[in-house]
């Protein structure tokens, strides 16, 4: 119901822009030359292709973060990287039990 509402008001605000900017204006891309163009014409479709280039680089941006985040995971889940290796992980709570028994034995010692 807010966003029809939203809908209706930002409508009658771009009619009530276009009753109060109708006078021609003339538009010049390279040769290409459009004559006696409304001004709101210009002005909504100038509005228009800055919302589409927006999101064309919010597209691209979107997808190149999840191609980053999927190489990511696929590293992460590679059996020989280091990261997901088991027998490091053993390494290391054999060191740590090491370092506890050796440190409970200086504990006891003083």
């Known amino acids: ?7 209706i008001i930002f409508g009658l605000a ?11 204006v003339t538009i010049q891309l390279g ?7 409304p001004l709101y014409i210009a002005t909504i479709g100038s509005l ?14 979107t997808v ?3 191609f980053t985040t999927y190489g990511r995971d696929r590293l992460v889940h590679r059996t020989d990287h280091p990261v997901n290796t088991t027998k490091e992980t053993e390494d290391l709570e054999q060191r740590i039990r090491q370092l506890e028994s050796e440190n409970r034995r200086i504990k006891a010692a003083a």
Request: glycine residues 4%; neutral net charge; charged residues 10%.
């Open 48 to 61: 228009i292709l800055g919302i589409f280039i927006a999101w064309l680089f919010y597209l691209a941006r």
């Open 1 to 7: 119901m807010l966003s029809m509402l939203f809908t």
């Open 14 to 24: 771009i009619g009530y822009f276009a009753t109060q900017n109708t006078s021609p």
């Open 31 to 37: 040769d290409l030359r459009f004559e006696n163009v």
């Open 64 to 66: 190149s973060s999840t």
